[in-house]
């Protein structure tokens, strides 16, 4: 009987431990995630109306500045990207701080560019 009891106690951890998440380690912090997210989005939003050899050269310089600026290199970036890609929960809340961020920037920038009419 010892032996069906911890014979059953050894599956039913098994199977706990099977079924949980993993809990995804990022080695960027969320802040940081957002504000280079949101960096990468601007920069592409620049980088439309350019083609060719130029959009490649200045898509180049743009990341490398971007990746700089954040202390983080590409593969660092792609990385916790791709993790992620794989938490749906964790990317929706951060893609929704991003969008958030993105919209109160360009909200920043039409107020600046439209004068307030008295």
Known sequence: MPNTYCFTVYFFCLFLF???????????????FI???VDVHLAEAALQNYYGDEKDSLTEV?????????????????????????????LQAIYTLVVEELSVKESGSV???EPKKK
């Open 111 to 113: 107020s600046k560019k």
């Open 62 to 90: 743009l990341y490398e500045n971007l990746f700089e600026l954040n202390n983080i290199d590409s593969f660092e970036f792609r990385t916790n990207l791709k993790k992620l890609k794989r938490d749906p929960k964790k």
């Open 18 to 32: 099977c079924c949980t998440e993993e809990k995804q380690q990022y080695s960027i912090a969320d802040e940081q």
């Open 35 to 37: 504000d280079i997210l």
